[in-house]
């Protein structure tokens, strides 16, 4: 499956209709926001641009709404503010959404707000207010909190299962991403006894809706034959789905499709090329599939010195594949000049981030 993320839901109409946005705007901000947290890239800066140009048009609302999502670091282009227009547009709104939270006590309100304030505590609000963007966030951060170093067992327990309540209560409702995020829940076992056949039918449930995620990771049980039948031709459509969205999981199995020839037609040139963006937006399996392929000479010309620096980015990232890899580069002396000191070096770091103890103890007496 794609690496472990929880989404956030799609915005709800009682904010905009207090507002008097008028639907095809409200349809708009709606698509910004579910493609943001979906991680449908193709989708949020398609949404992004009509935001955009609504904000421009004078609609308060849609200004404040792109501010909010110009202050990511992936933001698109379109979501992209200059620090004056910024706060123009949040100042423009902000004090209209604050009187409905206090005064109609509106659970988008507290969300908005507490995205501008990054308050948590106005997030917890929200949710228990019956935002479905909130719910998935404030489970999100809960269960993401319940892993650090510290905390009890029997804490952790608790606090899983109160995330598993706010994914389920969002994915009542037939939101795609609590049902991506109780499909999570499910395959990991967080808050709830693990449990493929449950995970698959709620990641089916939110591809049905177009979730990129939940399409990679529908693949993913088709290609592994978990809980339905081994099927690579059904596997490689669930990828390309996905992969149509840019999602980068999705662009990285559709890949190894492609690659391998696993329901589709062996292509390696695709394959590679699928690699090289799938690392570029972010999924750390692809930036070492492109190191390989380029180390091999696999779609795309032979490299060994760009290889290294492929695996070199991904290690830096923590996959021990990468780490592998390097090892290999400096014993045979590929890519960069041949050191044994440095190779077996990187033998142990891919150890020790496998969780290898005697590795992590070697690292920190002897690495540099």
């Given at each position: 499956m794609g690496k472990f993320a929880l989404r956030v839901g799609i915005l709800a109409w009682t904010l905009l209709a207090a507002l008097a946005v008028q639907a095809d705007s409200a349809n708009a901000i709606m698509r910004l926001l579910n493609s943001r947290a979906s991680g449908s890239r193709k989708g949020y800066a398609e949404a992004a641009e009509e935001v955009a140009k609504k904000a421009k048009e004078g609609n308060p609302v849609y200004g404040f709404v792109l501010a909010l999502v110009s202050r990511e670091s992936d933001a698109p282009p379109a979501a992209r503010l200059d620090d004056a227009t910024r706060t123009k547009y949040l100042d423009s709104c902000r004090d209209k959404i604050k009187r409905l939270a206090l005064e109609k006590n509106n659970s988008m309100a507290w969300y908005l707000l507490s995205l501008d304030a990054n308050d948590t505590n106005l997030l917890h609000?929200?949710?228990?207010?019956?935002?479905?963007?909130?719910?998935?966030?404030?489970?999100?951060f809960i269960l993401t909190h319940s892993m650090d170093e510290g905390i009890s067992t029997n804490e952790q327990r608790r606090v899983m299962g109160l995330a598993f309540d706010y994914f389920k209560k969002a994915a009542d409702t037939g939101d795609a991403n609590g049902l991506y995020n109780l499909g999570t829940c499910h395959a990991r076992g967080y808050g709830t006894p693990q449990d493929d056949q449950s995970a698959f039918n709620c990641f089916r449930a939110a591809a049905e809706k177009g979730h990129p995620e939940a399409l990679n990771n529908v693949g993913w049980f088709f290609r592994e034959g978990r809980v339905v039948e081994k099927d690579f031709e059904m596997a490689a459509k669930w990828f390309a789905k996905s992969a149509a969205n840019e999602n980068p999981y999705g662009q990285f199995n559709y890949g190894l499709a492609l690659q391998r020839g696993e329901g589709v037609p062996k292509d390696l040139k695709k394959a590679a090329e699928l690699f090289r963006i799938a690392g570029d937006n972010g999924c750390i399996e692809a930036i070492d599939a492109y190191g390989v392929a380029l180390w091999r000479g696999e779609g795309v010309r032979e490299n060994h010195r760009k290889a290294f620096q492929q695996f070199i980015r991904a290690a830096n990232l923590g996959?021990?594949?990468?780490?592998?890899?390097?090892?290999?580069?400096?014993?045979?002396?590929?890519?960069?000049?041949?050191?044994?000191?440095?190779?077996?070096?990187?033998?142990?770091?891919?150890?020790?981030?496998?969780?290898?103890?005697?590795?992590?103890?070697?690292?920190?007496?002897?690495?540099?």
């Open positions: 609000r929200a949710a228990d207010a019956g935002n479905i963007q909130a719910q998935n966030a404030w489970g999100s996959y021990p594949p990468a780490m592998e890899n390097i090892a290999t580069c400096y014993s045979r002396g590929t890519g960069v000049p041949a050191d044994e000191n440095l190779a077996t070096e990187w033998k142990i770091r891919s150890r020790a981030a496998r969780g290898d103890r005697n590795a992590q103890a070697w690292l920190h007496q002897n690495a540099k």
